[in-house]
């Protein structure tokens, strides 16, 4: 069974930094590569960041260019790093395993192509 655990979401003030993780067990990343979207009530999911490791490939959406670091380790767990939070990326975070063979085709971005998601993990700036 595949799962995905996204953790380390909390309440933070702005210009704080955090850093989410989302492990992964019953994939490798042979297979799969991790990709973080964010999604407030009423919009649509929005893609930030995606990593193959193997591939060493990694892609940020305009959206994420700038405050936004991904990274993972050679097992199985990805990292999200966020700097100078503000207000306006309060949402949860998701992570979801996209198959690898998608990597550098321009759509890691799109939602509807993921075969697995975690459960998200809310992030909350305010001061």
């Known amino acids: 069974e595949v799962q995905l655990q996204a953790s380390g979401g909390g309440s933070v003030q702005p210009g704080e930094s955090l850093t989410l993780s989302c492990t992964a067990s019953?994939?490798?990343?042979?297979?799969?590569?991790i990709g973080w979207f964010r999604q407030v009530p009423g919009k649509e999911r929005e893609g930030l960041s995606f990593?193959?490791?193997?591939?060493?490939?990694t892609k940020y959406s305009e959206a994420a260019k700038g405050r936004f670091t991904i990274t993972s380790d050679t097992k199985n767990t990805a990292f999200l790093r966020i700097d100078g939070l503000k207000p306006e990326d309060t949402a949860i975070y998701y992570c979801g395993a996209l198959m690898i063979r998608w990597a550098g085709s321009s759509f890691e971005f799109r939602p509807q192509i993921y075969s697995y998601w975690g459960q998200g993990t809310l992030v909350t700036v305010s001061s």
């Open positions: 019953g994939l490798t990343f042979d297979d799969y590569g």
């Open positions: 990593i193959s490791p193997t591939e060493a490939f």
